[in-house]
């Protein structure tokens, strides 16, 4: 019994890892946030900097540059082996799809007139048939008892 | 020593590996599968090339719906289901509840095809079609349209260019609309640099890649794009609110679509560089886009942290437009927080709501 008693009084070495690991935790967290929020200030003044901004311009226009004669190759081959093997080229999907829209377009005004006529059919055939039986032809009256 | 704690503490133990392996499992989920996103029950009522046009199924009983139906347009460069990111998150299920007839226009994802499309396109083509269909569909002559940052922009041209087509309330969501500032954010200074050239990067890709823009838009704010946001959700694991809010939102923000290459190198050298708009010499297919010819109400609203469409862009066109009943409001929040973030039930919606239900009537 006093064995067990004096156990229980030992610090557990769990608990004590515990707490050491949660205290650590803690500190580092705040640390990682603080020097985040340092960092984070830079990078965006950095961000917000002409020089920033003339670098990466200036590197993507050397990009640019550089890839153009390799993309100019690769299209002149594409269109070679597309043609040699009797394919449509990008040129002709994009005429077809121009092509396409230019059709949805029309049948677009086509819609909008047919939602016109059916408009003026609705004006035009509603008062007579929703209207409780007007004594005289007085519209305005029909469409007040409405 | 350890007889009479060790059972528990293997027990806490196992506990810790067990939430170990959970939060493992939700990182991976997250990270490498799409949530389920725009959920509001809506149908598409009209189509052109890409575009859709969506109408969302009204739960309020028709006699007590808001009479003028709500037209949303969001930018050019994201999918619009930001508007709509999930149950409980979402600005169309709000405004749906609250008795609006919602209607939503998709861009779509432009293909080579559409590299020529400009603003004069999207303005002039696209959306006196997609308003004349919703004129058709909701019996209204009448009708509310929210622009979102570039569908802002494309809003206000609209605005300007066909004052009389019915637009009774105009409503402005972190619109870039002025800048004559050369410093305000980072974008203004990178596109305004001589060695940046909008058109030698239109004729290398026909349309400008999603991921390029996406770049721009995250290289504002590295730190917390590229690591705050990724220990956010590390920090978070064991919160199912966090995390599924997280998840909806990185599948928004990795779901990129691209530009049509026409329409960014006009952005860049008409809006960003000659600041045409706000001066009033921006020609749309050689009309010239006059803001003093809005008189639609008009609501503005500015998100005070926005780091990608400064106030300052958005503040003057209060100025530029005859709009008798205005009204310019700045809410907490950045460029989406302000819209899609967990403040924008409590500090933008229900004023959003409550400015545009009294006139909608």
Sequence with gaps: MSNDSESTNLPDPFETMNSLWETN???????????????SKMMI????????????????????????????IIDLMMTQVLTGLNMPLRTDVTSLAERLTNIETR????????????????????????????TNNNSAKAKGAR | MSASSSPM?????????????????????VSTSRAKVAQTPKQVIWTFNKAKLYRYIPVVAAEQRHKVPLFLVF??????????????????????????????????????EDKDLKFDDYVLDYLPRAIR???????????????????????????????????????????????TDKKAGGFVRWVNDEAFDPDKIVSAFGNVPGEMIDYGAKALKPVENYIGSYLTLWDNLDNPRIVESWHAMNTWVTDLIPMAGATYAQLIK????????????MLIRGERVDLSRIRANLLNVIALGDHISPPCQSESIMAKVSSE??????????????????????????????????RSE
């Design chain 2, 270 to 281: 008409e809006l960003y560089r000659e600041n045409r708009l706000i001066q009033g010499n």
């Design chain 2, 9 to 29: 503490n293997s027990a806490a133990l196992q506990d810790e590996l067990k939430r170990i392996e959970e939060n493992t499992r939700t990182l991976v989920r």
């Design chain 2, 133 to 179: 269909k919703i004129k058709a569909v909701s019996g209204s002559d009448e009708f509310t349209m929210l622009g979102w940052c570039i569908g802002a922009i494309l809003s206000t041209i609209y605005a300007a260019l066909r004052p009389d087509d019915g637009l009774k309330n105009l409503i402005l969501l972190t619109a870039p609309l002025d800048f």
């Design chain 1, 25 to 39: 935790l803690k500190n580092w967290k705040s640390m990682r946030d603080t020097s985040l929020d340092s960092w």
């Design chain 1, 107 to 134: 049948l677009d005004d086509q819609d909008a007139k047919l939602d016109d006529i059916l408009g003026a059919l609705k004006a035009v055939s509603l008062p007579k048939s929703t209207a409780p039986k007007p």
């Design chain 2, 75 to 112: 930018a050019l460069m994201n999918k619009p289901y930001i508007l709509d990111l999930r149950p409980g998150n979402s600005f169309i299920e709000y405004m749906v509840k609250q008795g609006y007839d919602v209607y939503l226009l998709d861009w779509g994802v432009p293909g080579i």
């Design chain 1, 45 to 72: 003044d950095t961000a917000n900097s002409d020089e920033y901004s003339h670098t990466t311009g200036q590197w993507l226009d050397t990009y640019l540059t550089l890839s153009q004669p390799f993309r100019r």
């Design chain 2, 325 to 358: 009943d205005q009204l310019l409001l700045k809410v907490k929040g950045g460029h989406i927080g302000m819209m899609a973030g967990s403040g924008a039930l409590k500090f933008t919606w229900p004023h959003i709501d409550s400015w545009l239900a009294e």
